[in-house]
């Protein structure tokens, strides 16, 4: 009878493609929960799942034609995880993806993040979240001014970024130079093997405790705050204004994400303070620093 049913839906979508997406858009999510109840048909699943992504408009997007569009040697399909679309288009974490044109699947059902982690790719792709890990999409390998210019990027910003882990340690496990980030001056992701963000709301919803992870504070190293913020620590390591810079930028990372700063009063008091430093009367304010 399963068989049966989804030999069915495939012919559904390969020949109505219409009413499959309005059968999709109701039902979509009660397929997704068969892809880690129901091993035996999990490649079947795969097939009729659906998504929008980062390219796709309002169109929906399946993972044949996520595959298909994959270019150069790189074997994986990427995926961001969240609960609103609207969120994660404006994710600094998708700046690098779009700059290069690589599609990213967004996957806003709560059931992702269970399926997900036992599904291991899709005809020889890898399924790899967007925020998750270290992050190199270059196609070719990196030439040899390319290597320089990262090497001397991250010897002049290392004080910068020993100085943010060691301010924000409660917060943060770890600060590196970023492959995302093209516009913004910071991001959060997660290790490779860490639980997101919504995977913990789903165990929350559950009633059962989710494991605590501290999260990655990647950095853009070309960005104006980040050069100015290494020029500020070269000039006046103990500085209190550096030090709520650090907070504001973590807490920049996260309102980024759609998440809640850790201490959301704190760094509304810090960035009143900072508004006011800059635009309050008698004051000039600073366009050098903020974008256009």
């Given amino acids: ?38 091993g035996k048909n999990r490649e079947k699943l795969l097939e009729l799942c659906l998504f929008k992504s980062s ?11 996520a595959a298909s569009r994959v270019t150069g040697d790189r074997k994986e399909i990427f995926y ?23 599609e990213v699947l967004f996957m806003t059902d709560p059931v992702d993040e269970i399926w997900l982690q036992g599904v291991d790719g899709y005809r020889g792709f890898r399924l790899r979240d967007a925020a998750k ?3 190199d999409l270059e196609n070719g390998p990196v030439d040899q001014a390319g290597r320089k210019e990262r090497e001397e990027a991250e010897k002049h910003l290392r ?13 943060i496990r770890e600060v590196r130079l970023s492959g995302r980030l093209t516009d913004s001056p910071a ?23 989710a494991p605590q992870a501290l999260r990655i504070l990647e950095i853009n190293p070309v960005h104006p705050i980040v050069k100015g913020m290494a020029e500020m620590l070269d000039e006046a390591p103990a ?25 959301a009063p704190g760094f509304s ?22 974008p256009e």
């Fill in 1 to 38: 009878l399963t068989r049966r049913i989804l030999s069915a839906l495939e012919e559904m979508r390969a020949t109505e493609p219409q009413s499959y997406r309005t059968f999709w858009k109701e039902f979509g999510r009660v397929l997704k929960e068969g892809l880690f109840l129901d």
């Fill in 55 to 65: 390219i796709s408009g309002d169109e929906w997007v399946s993972l044949e034609e």
């Fill in 80 to 102: 961001l995880l969240g609960e609103e679309r609207s969120v994660l288009e404006k994710s600094p974490v998708l700046e690098a993806f779009r700059s290069r044109g690589i």
């Fill in 133 to 135: 890990g270290e992050l």
């Fill in 159 to 171: 004080p910068l970024m020993d100085y943010l882990k060691n301010r924000l340690s409660s917060s």
């Fill in 187 to 209: 991001c959060l992701v997660q290790d490779e093997r860490d639980p997101s963000p919504q995977f913990a709301k789903v165990l929350a919803s559950l009633g059962r405790e």
């Fill in 239 to 263: 500085s209190p204004v550096l030090e709520a810079y650090a907070e504001l930028l973590h807490g920049i990372a996260a309102l980024a994400e759609g998440s809640l700063p850790q201490d």
């Fill in 269 to 290: 008091r810090k960035l009143v303070a900072f508004l006011g430093e800059r635009v309050g009367p008698g004051k000039e304010s600073r366009k050098d620093i903020l």
